[in-house]
């Protein structure tokens, strides 16, 4: 085969890029700018409905459309298309059409992009919701074993964080030739940021769709904020997000300070307005956002030890940019008449109220925590590879067949024994071909 310099990509979306809306739709549109820059030709499929806030693929130049779920019609699509590559969008994505890429297009390349590991967030989330710790969430989930498999198909899985690369090499016994560290892109650092006296109010900020943010607004709601309105009665709270639905609008209170503002058209002026950011994550997986936008404003943030995960590669909270408490956890209890009473179970609650007053009111502390953003931002972005993303993608395509002949497992997950997710796929056309023959024969029988 000759050498391939010019790449054909495909990128198969579980949604529509939305960088506005979530770090996943940042990462995914850097994905895309970066093939694009570098001169290769990309399309982008999806079977997710349209957004209202995607981005403006036409605009990029991008190759954009639909494709059907559980349709043998992909499978012509995907075969004229013959592309040398072809990026998964998340685990789900790869179960649904991996095996029709590798049936139509044997030699094309399969990237799994995680954005992060589903079944390490949905873990620590069983984990919270039974009110233990996120750490001790059960790594072997059938979750897992799903996600895992999909990692194992594929011929490069990309990882966006370092704790997550960890896991899946020594808890999961991954092969490392399988996995690339590819984290959020920093962005540029805000230039003469707002200072100490110029800001105002704290600040919340995180798609509602995602359940860690959602959670996070209502240990703000619930437990936090009020416990820091006592203190700072003058300070206000504004939660963004994109999508917020009714529950949430109605938490909004003005009395209280509690202001649900839904979605910003920039992260970035809202998050240098704020003179602190608060995101208490009590589980998640990858790398939050947010956190990374913060320290581009030079805005403290106070988050859990889930938050700097990914970001704070040396483990040493005093070199985060702000404070690191440790999560809320909650019980439910009923009082005497009847109704539910959210009951903290740990110190939690202190901390944030000590941590938010002397950041918010203390100049010299605000300062220090400011400028402990530069060197964390310096860090987080020389752990890059020095290989770019799309270098290893005309290296492995150019040598495809060497890199898949050094990968036992992924011969053996794609057994025929074990492609559940293709027959399963199959089964559910032929019912829906069935149940459209049915529709079809009632209409000419009422003819």
Request: include cysteine; proline fraction near 4%; aromatic fraction near 8%.
């Amino acid at each position: 085969m000759p050498s391939l310099t010019t790449l054909k990509i495909v990128i198969i979306g579980y949604v529509w890029p939305e960088p506005n809306s979530s770090a996943a739709g940042q990462n995914m549109l850097s994905i895309i700018k970066q093939c694009k820059d570098a001169g290769h030709c990309i399309s982008f499929l999806t079977a997710a409905t349209d957004s209202d806030h995607k981005a403006d693929l036409d605009e990029l130049g991008i190759d954009n459309h639909t494709i059907e779920l559980n349709s043998s019609s992909f499978d012509n699509v995907i075969a004229s298309m013959a592309p040398d590559v072809v990026i998964f969008d998340r685990y789900m994505t790869e179960e649904q059409f991996s095996w029709r890429v590798k049936e139509a297009c044997p030699n094309a390349l399969r990237v799994l992009n995680t954005e992060d590991l589903h079944s390490l967030r949905q873990a620590r989330l069983d984990a919270v919701k039974t009110h233990c710790d996120a750490a001790k969430a059960n790594l072997n989930s059938e979750l897992a074993q799903r996600e895992i498999a999909s990692i194992l198909r594929s011929d490069i899985t990309l990882v966006i964080s370092k704790h997550e690369l960890n896991l899946l090499t020594i808890h999961y016994g991954i092969p490392a030739s399988q996995l690339r560290y590819h984290p959020l892109e920093v962005g540029n650092i805000l230039e003469d940021a707002p200072t100490f006296e110029e800001r105002a109010h704290f600040v919340h900020i995180g798609n509602f769709r995602h359940a860690p943010n959602w959670d996070a607004v209502l240990q703000l709601k619930q437990t936090i904020w009020p416990a820091i309105r006592k203190q700072i009665p003058q300070a206000e709270l504004h939660i963004y997000g994109a999508y917020p639905p009714k529950k949430a609008t109605q938490l909004h209170n003005k009395q209280q300070g509690f202001l649900v503002k839904g979605w910003a058209d920039s992260a970035e002026n809202v998050i240098k307005q704020a003179r602190v950011l608060i995101t208490p994550i009590r589980f998640g997986a990858g790398i939050k956002g947010k956190l990374l936008d913060a320290a581009r404003c030079a805005t403290p943030s106070i988050t859990t030890w889930l938050g700097t995960e990914g970001i704070l590669f040396d483990e040493d909270i005093t070199n985060w940019p702000g404070e690191v408490c440790p999560a809320v956890y909650t019980e439910q209890q009923k009082n005497k008449e009847g109704s539910a009473k959210v009951v903290a179970i740990n110190d939690a609650v202190s901390d944030y109220v000590s941590s938010a007053v002397s950041l918010y009111n203390e100049k010299d502390e605000w300062q220090q925590a400011s400028r402990k953003t530069i060197p964390l931002l310096s860090n987080y972005a020389a752990s890059k590879l020095q290989q770019t993303l799309v270098d290893s993608f005309v290296h492995l395509s150019n040598n495809i067949q060497t890199h898949r002949d050094g990968l036992f497992l992924q011969s053996l997950v794609w057994h025929q024994s074990l492609t559940a997710s293709k027959y399963m796929s199959q089964w559910i056309e032929a019912k829906n071909a069935n149940l459209e023959t049915l529709r079809n024969d009632k209409n000419d029988e009422s003819h």
